[in-house]
């Protein structure tokens, strides 16, 4: 099957890759009923069709806080990558690179910033989360310095989980268990065993070997429930920002009243995001948010958005309504999954297609002149 949209990619990494990482990347919150809605609200905001207008030369390139970007498309953070296909954060990195747009490395990762920083020759971004072991924080902030990323991706709304049930249910862990269930998933996908028996990074390569008292898997599932900071405050932003000493982009902002301290913190972006419809379930999607946080805080600090995007149209509309870039996670996760580097450079170009050809539609040439008037009967 050729793939020509998001969704043909998700139904290849549906055969390829074991249901529960599978699951892992499709799913939201409890009801879901957040993750469903950052796609449908995409679907209910309905562009202009301009015609007789100049359509040469078009140009999609833009910049994400200074950064040149060939298109305002950055591949989100996303834990345990390198569980859809083996050395995952190695391969979409070098596919990002090759493409011009940003890859940010989570925490959460299989492979390390060291890994990834191997494989790659551009600065690629990092993505922390704040545990209650600032050692270990400290450690990595300073490892991230050292690989040289250009961002640090601040993560805010994660410091207590969301329940996914569907992780529950499969048993989800990296590496996988060995149960029958779990060997079962796995022996249905033989290609992806076979090349993840051809490499060693199978669990959490920014944790293991340096957080404290992590040594083995069994305590380091411990480590995760009980470290994630739920104390963290807007004043930890200032020591973060300090330390790290570049650009700092905050992650998470759902609200215009966050925004607005957020704009204040001394932060260079922040993006309008619910973690994929994966933490608080009930929340309005980030497209429907991003035009009142764009009122509120777009003339302070630039606005960057995630969450539901699986077209060009959909990249188009955020920008449309004041993103300055864009974030996908899932779609490049089903590109991985079905395809490996190859997929993820493949949902890129099915992206920057639809971004290009649907922005001629609209009757502009250069993605810095999208704006409001492209959006048919703007209501705030
Ligand atoms: C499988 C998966 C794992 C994720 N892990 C992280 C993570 O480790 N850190 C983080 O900040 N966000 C994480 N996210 C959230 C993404 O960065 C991003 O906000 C979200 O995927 C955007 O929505 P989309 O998947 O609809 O594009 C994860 C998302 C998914 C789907």
Redesign the pocket.
């Known amino acids: 099957m050729t793939a020509l949209t998001i969704d043909d990619l998700k139904v290849l990494a549906k055969r390829r890759v074991p249901k529960m990482f599978f699951d ?2 499709d799913s939201g919150a409890y009801t879901e009923g957040t993750y469903r809605a ?1 796609e449908e609200d995409f679907g209910r905001i309905k562009l202009r069709q301009r015609v007789l207008v100049d359509m040469s030369n078009r140009s999609l390139e833009s910049t994400m806080i200074g950064q040149k970007v060939s298109m305002p498309v950055a591949l ?5 990558t390198g569980m859809q296909h083996a050395d995952g954060e190695m391969l979409a990195a070098q596919a990002a690179e090759a493409f011009g747009v940003p890859f940010t490395l ?3 990762s299989i492979c390390s910033i060291e890994d990834v920083a191997s494989v790659t020759s551009k600065p690629f971004w990092f ?1 922390l ?1 704040v545990m209650q072991d600032r050692d270990f924080v400290l450690n990595l902030i300073d490892r991230a310095k050292a690989a040289k990323c250009s961002a640090l ?1 601040l ?1 805010l709304d ?1 410091q207590i989980l969301g329940q996914r049930h569907k992780d529950i249910r499969n048993g989800l862990s990296a590496p996988p268990k060995f149960t029958p269930k779990h060997i079962w998933q796995m022996a249905t996908r033989p290609g992806w065993c076979m090349k993840m028996l051809g490499t060693e990074r199978r669990t959490f390569r920014n944790i293991v070997g340096h957080a404290k008292s992590v040594t083995d898997l069994s305590s380091l599932s411990v480590w995760t429930t009980e470290q994630f900071d739920p104390q963290l405050s807007w004043k930890d932003v200032a020591w973060i920002k300090e330390r790290w000493g570049g650009p700092l982009i905050l ?1 998470g902002i759902l609200d215009p009243e966050d925004a607005r301290m957020a704009a204040d913190s001394g932060a260079d972006a922040i993006i309008v ?1 619910n ?2 419809g ?1 933490q608080l379930d009930g929340a309005h999607s980030s497209i429907s948010m991003l035009p009142r946080i764009v009122d509120a805080v777009g003339d302070k600090i630039e606005v960057h958005l ?4 699986r077209s060009g149209q959909d990249v188009l509309k955020a920008v449309a309504l004041g993103a300055k870039g864009t ?5 490049f ?1 089903y590109g991985l999954g079905a395809m490996g580097k190859l997929g993820v450079t493949r949902a890129l170009e099915i992206i920057r297609k639809e971004l290009d050809v649907t922005m001629a539609l609209c009757g502009k040439r250069d993605i810095a002149d999208v704006g409001r008037d492209i959006i048919a009967d703007y209501r705030d």
Do not use: E, F
């Not at 989100?76 to 345990?80: E, N």
């Not at 995630?306 to 995007?309: E, L, R, S, V």
């Open positions: 892992y990347a950052n989100a953070p996303t834990g345990l989570s925490t959460m993505q989360y991706v993560t994660l992650k995001s973690h994929g994966r995630d969450g539901g995007i974030y996908i996670g899932r779609p996760l």
